[in-house]
Structure formats: structure tokens, C-alpha cells
T-cell receptor, first 118, second 106 residues
């Protein structure tokens, strides 16, 4: 299977603990995205990388959230001092770069990582 | 900033009915527009796309036309099936709408 893979698929953590999610994109895709999705809502954009550069980060993203893609391949999303409101599915996705910055390209999603903060 | 707004659901239709799910966008320039679908228990996947104004994207009997005059990209299907029951998301570049759930009854 050469799709986007995420790990772990499910995580239950106590409030105040730190959690980290890992994403492995499709190998030839140099763009990688992180989203958060709650029940009945669409994917909420968090951040994206082109290779190892983090090009955009949502203004709604708390300072407790940090993402890295050090070698331009896999990425990690860390949530520090988790709160109950962080409970959601965290989606990773990847794509080839668009033709130009005003365009876009088909995004391929992983299965997601469910986070439950108790 | 760039964003999309889509009609709220759920939308409930009988089999073979005509479907329209509205999507409007706000953007700088004319970025690519997409419709993604999420079937029950599955991940998000691309349904169709249009890369420039006046383009029509189509797939599985669904169509959407990129209309710059009305800044819209409405999803249509002439005759829905029970198997079309899913959540549909309009997207502009990598920004997604809130989703519209479609229920098709036999």
C-alpha cells in the first residue's frame, strides 16, 4: 500500500499530557498537510509543508500545536498540554505541488488519527 | 482569505431524484476547485475537480461547473442512487467546506 499512512490510529490521553502523531505521505508527494476534523464538520486546515518548509499555518492554531517535517519526508504533529477540546480526528494528506500558487492539486488523505483527551 | 461556503445538510432524496449541492467561494485569482466525498466508514477522496474558470468537472455521473461570474461550483447529479449516500465537501486549493451529508432513500 503506497497511500498516506498515519500512526497511531487511535490515542487516548489524559488532559495535560503531550501527544505526537506521525504521517508518512505518498513517496513522490512533496506537499504535506495536517487537518483537524470533528464530527459533522469538514477538515479544518492546520498547516502545510512543501518539502521541509512549513509554508502556511492556520491563525487558529494554538501555540500548543507544532508540526515538523525535518527531512521533507515524514511529518510529526505534536500537541502539548492536551485539553479536552483537542479531542478530534487529525488528518494528514499529501499532494504534488500545483502548477502555480493560486492553483491547487488533488489531495490524498490518510485514514486519520483519533485523539481522545480524558 | 480564500474560503468556500457550502449548503448545510442533511439533504434527503429519493432514489432517481435530481441533486444539487451549492458551493460558493471567495478567492484571489482563479484557483482550482474540488469536490471530495466521504462514504460511510471511509476516508476522504476526490470526486471531481476544475482547474480554471468555465471548466466542468465530472465523475460517476456528478458534474460541477466553475463559474467565475457567480463564484460558484455547485455539485449536480441527474439521478441519485442509494450508493451515493455520503458526505460531500467542496474545496478551494486545500481549504475545505463544512460538508453536506446526502441521504438517498430507496
Amino acid at each position: 500500500d503506497t497511500g498516506v499512512s498515519q500512526d497511531p490510529r487511535h490515542k487516548i490521553t489524559k488532559r495535560g499530557q503531550n501527544v505526537t502523531f506521525r504521517c508518512d505521505p505518498i513517496s513522490e508527494h512533496n506537499r504535506l498537510y495536517w487537518y483537524r476534523q470533528t464530527l459533522g464538520q469538514g477538515p479544518e486546515f492546520l498547516t502545510y509543508f512543501q518539502n521541509e518548509a512549513q509554508l502556511e499555518k492556520s491563525r487558529l492554531l494554538s501555540d500548543r500545536f507544532s508540526a515538523e517535517r525535518p527531512k521533507g519526508s515524514f511529518s510529526t504533529l505534536e500537541i502539548q498540554r492536551t485539553e479536552q477540546g483537542d479531542s478530534a480526528m487529525y488528518l494528514c494528506a499529501s499532494s504534488l505541488p500545483p502548477i502555480d500558487l493560486t492553483s491547487g492539486n488533488t489531495i490524498y488523505f490518510g485514514e486519520g488519527s483519533w485523539l481522545t483527551v480524558v | 482569505g480564500d474560503s468556500v461556503t457550502q449548503m448545510e445538510g442533511p439533504v434527503t432524496l429519493s432514489e432517481e431524484a435530481f441533486l444539487t449541492i451549492n458551493c460558493t467561494y471567495t478567492a484571489t485569482g482563479y484557483p482550482s476547485l474540488f469536490w471530495y466525498v466521504q462514504y460511510p466508514g471511509e476516508g476522504l477522496q476526490l470526486l471531481l475537480k476544475a482547474t480554471k474558470a468555465d471548466d466542468k468537472g465530472s465523475n460517476k455521473g456528478f458534474e460541477a461547473t466553475y463559474r467565475k461570474e457567480t463564484t460558484s461550483f455547485h455539485l449536480e447529479k441527474g439521478s441519485v442512487q442509494v450508493s451515493d449516500s455520503a458526505v460531500y465537501f467542496c474545496a478551494l486549493k486545500f481549504y475545505f467546506g463544512s460538508g453536506t451529508k446526502l441521504n438517498v432513500k430507496p
